[in-house]
């Protein structure tokens, strides 16, 4: 491949040619990977329960889900900078062999320990297969076209948060909570022998120096956040010793990390990234709606359920309508860049659209149908699809080729951040709101935050609606809190540049600029 100079950036390199049948394969293959992961995530939330009385440990039941949360977010970052170093195709193999390993540890747990350590072993592979899958497309794709393939693979995203639960669900009630894991064997293996042949392996040989120190302090840092939006204020109170050390520990990692940053050879995240424009204001979009994304998806099946007396399956189901939204216009989004060549207004129109639906949220009430619900939901979708797919073009546009991986992990991190962060500051805005609502009417509950709809039903009629009102006056908050952010990620959108992007498949090559 031969690189040239090129006005609007540093270089620009050619893209690979495949035929379009091996291209296919390749996309296929790669979509298929990303919903191994992705499903990984969702398809044990619905079995936790079985698996609580099958092993004990419900204090730790939060670290199934948290383990994987904070492995994946940890891995991604440097799984992408290793695909940037020695290509994405054996990045994506062992990230395979490491999802189904930790799936093997955890379809054979007898403890709830081995359980969680094997939801982290997967954690890091499924970080970084999410990453990887993704940077692929800018490997085999010219610009133009990659926003149709990132819609298609941001839609799986949506798909796995609805299809995850119900299969988990399913087999947890026909085979064995142990099946959740095993499932997903097939895909992986049948993943890793078509990788193996359809996807080009990297040409370049050269020897590189892995930055070992700033990948450990990025890891350090990572988990520092995600552990404090997990465990403050929920599992330990703010004021408590693994808090205040982990408040400590955070700024020391960040100045670590820039120090070890600045003088590494190859570093696993270069800070010049962050002098990118589009580099800031994508990542500064996905942080945001991770925010507003990851709080509604955590607090609206609780309100089904206290409130409107929906069942967990169906409060569960309800978030489709949200997955609906999100999907159909990631896709459509993917489809417009594709054909006119633009990006820049996507997000703006989406995030403006999220700023209102958290808004309508805000009416709902034990009195608002549930169709109503649905369709503000819908809503919600339609705010955060566009963003995904937008962000990653823009971003993978805007970095210098060498640094692919390392940008395309950035999208898949701070939203997950965003998310993490958005869910705890959204918890503490909830338990505030309960103190105040719902406390003062039953002095008799210890901990207002395990209130179900069966304590609710045992009330005097009299005190019924009272106690659901105030419920729901205690979620009115979030979403306030969630408008005003997507109010900032649209203010945030509008500092995107829109580079060019080329005519299509008849223009085989990357605009690198960096500004």
């Known amino acids: 491949m031969q690189e040239q100079s090129h006005p609007d950036g540093p270089a620009m390199e050619a893209v690979p040619d495949l035929d379009p049948a091996s291209l296919r394969v390749v996309l296929i293959t790669v979509a298929s990977t990303l919903f191994l992961a992705s499903t990984g995530n969702t398809i044990v939330t619905t079995a936790l329960p079985k698996i609580v009385s099958d092993l004990g440990g419900l204090s730790y039941i939060s670290w199934v889900v948290t383990a994987f949360l904070l492995a994946s977010t940890v891995g991604a970052p440097i799984a992408g900078k290793l695909g940037d170093m020695y290509g994405r195709k054996i990045v994506l193999q062992a990230a395979i062999g490491v999802f189904l390993f930790g799936g093997l540890i955890c379809g054979v747990a007898g403890s709830m ?158 800070l010049d990234l962050f002098r990118i424009r589009n580099y800031q204001a994508a990542n500064g979009v996905n942080f945001l709606v991770g925010m507003a994304m990851f709080g509604t998806i955590a607090f609206m099946p609780l309100f089904l359920q206290v409130v409107k007396h929906v069942d967990p399956i169906s409060s569960g189901l309800y978030l489709v309508a949200m997955m609906v939204g999100l999907i159909g216009t990631s896709f459509v989004a993917g489809r417009f860049i594709t054909s006119t060549g633009r990006y820049k207004i996507l997000p703006t129109i989406s995030t403006s659209i999220l700023t209102v639906a958290m808004l309508l949220m805000t009416t709902i009430g034990p009195d608002t149908p549930l169709w109503v619900i649905t369709i503000f939901l819908f809503f919600v979708g339609i705010g955060i699809g566009p963003t995904m797919s937008v962000g990653i073009v823009s971003i993978q546009t805007a970095v210098p080729r060498e640094h692919l991986g390392v940008g395309t992990a950035s999208a898949n991190m701070f939203r997950l951040i965003g998310g993490s962060i958005g869910t705890s500051v959204f918890g503490a805005i909830f338990t505030l709101g309960l103190g105040q609502h719902v406390k003062p009417l039953l002095p008799q509950v210890d901990e207002i935050r395990e209130l179900t709809g069966e304590m609710v039903d045992a009330l005097p009629t009299e005190s019924q609606g009272a106690v659901l009102q105030g419920f729901a006056d205690a979620l009115t908050p979030i979403f306030f809190v969630g408008a005003a952010v997507a109010a900032v990620a649209c203010l945030a959108s509008t500092r995107l540049v829109e580079l060019p992007l080329g005519p299509g498949s008849t223009s085989r090559q990357q605009t690198t600029p960096a500004e």
């Open 113 to 270: 320990a081995m359980l969680i350590a094997g939801r982290f072993v997967q954690g890091m592979g499924g970080g970084a297969l999410i990453v990887v899958s993704m940077a692929v497309v800018a490997d085999v794709l010219p610009p133009r076209e990659r926003g149709r393939a990132q819609g298609a693979l941001s839609s799986v995203f949506g798909f796995s948060t609805v299809v995850g639960p119900l299969l988990g669900g399913f087999l947890v009630q026909s085979v064995s909570w142990h099946w959740i894991f095993f499932v997903n064997f097939p895909i992986g293996v049948l993943a890793f022998v078509i990788l193996s042949r359809s996807l080009p392996a990297q040409e370049d040989h050269r020897k590189h120096k892995m930055d070992f120190v700033g990948s450990a302090l990025l890891m350090i840092l990572l988990s520092t956040f995600v552990l404090i939006a997990n465990l403050a204020g929920t599992v330990y109170a703010w004021s408590s010793l693994p808090v205040l050390f982990l408040l400590a520990l955070a700024p020391m990692a960040l100045v670590g990390f820039i120090s070890a940053e600045r003088r590494a050879a190859e570093p696993v995240m270069p």
